[in-house]
């Protein structure tokens, strides 16, 4: 099984942007330890990070295409991005939001997620544990 994890707009800022609310771990460190728990659950992970929507779009094609399940965390895309939206909708393979933060309990606009009805699930406010629980997800799937 292939997993391809997709991080959105300043999640290469990670260890440096607001370490109180998303930790002191880079995003270097998260993509070790995404591969890292991806081999203790026999999954082969590939993490892409891009501040840019049309290349994440493009890269939610390509998983569709070859049925390839994703993990994404969108970032500020959460809120308003209908293509990245549709683009999850397409993958019939499924695909898993998470967030590092709990957006539930930070600032109203933060609430609103319209990428979450096109996914399978969302994980949210477990810091980098997020994605190594929707890679066990994906794994019991």
Known sequence: MKVLIINGPNLSRLGTREPEIYGSMTHPQLVEKCISWGNELGIEVEVRQSDAEAQIVSWLEEA??????????????????????????????????????????????????VISPAAKGTIAGFGADSYKLALISLKGN
């Not at 959460?78 to 549709?86: D, G, K, L, N, V």
């Open 64 to 113: 569709s295409a070859t049925s390839m399940p994703v993990v994404i965390n969108p970032a500020a895309f959460t809120h308003y991005s209908y293509p990245i939206a549709e683009a999850c909708k397409k993958n019939p393979a499924g695909v898993i939001e998470v967030h590092i933060s709990n957006p539930h309990a930070r600032e109203e606009f933060r609430t609103k997620s």
